[in-house]
């Protein structure tokens, strides 16, 4: 009696993900161009807009971009590490995943910000994509990437090193500038929160693993 080796996940649900993003993209240089205001008060998240009972804010923020750069760089982040956790948690896995750290990104974010004071506004699914890499480099830690596109490190420590970048993102002024190049500012606060969601949800997983033996 021989048996079949389980089949790959669908990637169907990681399309539709990075779909969404697209399309939300689209509307913000279409239907958002003469309608701007609308479309922050209902497609960006602040401490502000949270305390105004915009609670859906939380998630539509992490599906918004007004920035191709932006967008692009965390589809590029959602299909890199999106693919091998899929084939972990499945589809609907992936999804609640998503939510997770994007509802975590939001909170950490506000949190930050009527903490300081901060007014700022923040968008886009970077604080998603940081749950989902963070159980990746759980997961898979001796895969190889590439940080900023040409250093090779082992998935943890590449992992590692972003999340150590926010943590001086918050305190160290002139930090954004070096990162990005430009003058813009990157909600360091979100990606942390989504990197908490990712341990919240990679940690029992790479418990059980190790407690099996089961090495990747």
């Not at 992490?62 to 299909?79: I, K, M, P, R, W």
Request: net charge neutral; charged share 10%.
């Amino acid at each position: 009696m021989s048996e079949h080796p389980p089949q790959p996940e669908s990637p169907n649900v990681l399309w539709g993900l990075m779909g969404l993003n697209v399309l939300v993209y689209t509307l913000w240089h279409t239907v958002g161009i003469d309608h701007p205001a609308l479309f922050r008060a209902h497609l960006t998240v602040s401490w502000e807009s949270v305390a105004a009972g915009r609670l859906w804010t939380l998630l539509t923020s992490e599906l918004s971009h007004v920035d191709a750069t932006h967008l692009l760089a965390n589809l590029l982040g959602l299909y890199v590490f999106g693919l091998p956790v899929l084939q972990v948690l499945g589809g609907r896995g992936l999804a609640g995943l998503y939510v997770f750290g994007a509802l975590a990104a939001s909170l950490g974010f506000v949190a930050w910000g009527a903490l300081t004071g901060d007014p700022a506004v923040a968008l886009g699914a970077s604080g998603a994509v940081s749950a989902i890499a963070v159980c990746y480099a759980l997961w898979f830690p001796r895969r190889t990437l590439l940080l900023m596109f040409f250093i090779p490190l082992p998935a943890w420590l590449a992992v590692l090193a972003f999340i150590v970048l926010d943590v001086l993102g918050l305190f160290v002024s002139g930090v954004d500038g070096l990162l990005m190049g430009r003058d813009v500012r990157i909600a360091h606060s979100a990606h942390l929160g989504g990197a908490v969601a990712g341990l919240v949800v990679g940690l029992p997983v790479w418990w059980r693993n190790r407690a099996a033996g089961i090495a990747r």
